[in-house]
């Protein structure tokens, strides 16, 4: 079975650093985009970046570039998500998502068919 | 960078109702563009890809329709396990990516 497993809630001060994972299972890991999404409470999706484990290949949207770091370990088929100083205002719930390309009418297309299931980071005081 | 909008951002329905949801994209996206739903508490799921291809186990009621700027998703008859929020996607320029900004189905 195809899955991603992220790691659990975490509850940070502002200021602190953290890091969450997200591993991947059931399919060639290094083969794949793995993207990050991230939802804060009562809100929408927002894409925040994406990492291609095999060369580590990394996109960032520019309104989450300078705020996080996306880095992989293709040996242990996980992704991260990192901050090296947290805000109240990163206090959302965060997703991995595998991007599959898929073919359709003659060209290939790029969704997220996998996701995990989310890791809660509340940052308060 | 290419922005994407929906309309309306939410709607009340009734069960057996047809619902349309709206997308738009800042600047043509061929048939790029993906369709997700999100219940309370879980992580979306992908129902339509590349406007119109409807992912695997998805009921054959959810549609998608589009090209260039403008698409459609279409629930031809709401079911109770429908009401949720949906986003559009677009892959044009992947894998940059971005989402809509959702639109949340409600009971009537």
């Known amino acids: 079975e195809v899955q991603l497993v992220q790691s659990g809630a975490e509850v940070k001060k502002p200021g602190e650093s953290l890091k969450i994972s997200c591993k991947g299972s059931?399919?060639?890991?290094?083969?794949?985009?793995i993207g990050w999404v991230r939802q804060m409470p009562g809100k929408g999706l927002e894409w925040m970046g994406i990492i291609y484990p095999g060369d580590s290949d990394t996109r960032y949207s520019p309104s989450f570039q300078g705020q996080v770091t996306i880095s992989a370990d293709k040996s242990i088929s996980t992704a991260y998500l990192q901050w090296s100083s947290l805000k109240a205002s990163d206090t959302a719930m965060y997703y991995c998502?595998?991007?599959?390309?898929?073919?359709?009418?003659?060209?290939?297309?790029?969704?997220?068919?996998?996701w995990g299931q989310g890791t809660m980071v509340t940052v308060s005081s | 960078d290419i922005q994407m909008t929906q309309s309306p951002s939410s709607l009340s329905a009734s069960v057996g109702d047809r619902v349309t949801i709206t997308c738009r994209a800042s600047?043509?996206?061929?048939?790029?563009l993906n369709w997700y739903q999100q219940k309370p508490g879980k992580a979306p799921k992908l129902l339509i890809y590349?406007?119109?291809s409807l992912q695997s186990g998805v009921p054959s009621r959810f549609s998608g329709s589009g090209s260039g700027t403008d698409f459609t998703l279409t629930i031809s008859s709401l079911q109770p396990e429908d009401f949720a929020t949906y986003y559009c996607q677009q892959s044009y320029s992947t894998p940059d990516s971005a989402f809509g900004p959702g639109t949340k189905v409600d009971i009537k």
């Open positions: 600047q043509s996206i061929s048939s790029y």
């Open positions: 059931g399919y060639s890991f290094t083969s794949y985009w």
């Open positions: 590349a406007a119109s």
């Open positions: 998502a595998k991007q599959t390309s898929i073919a359709a009418a003659g060209r290939s297309n790029d969704a997220f068919d996998i």
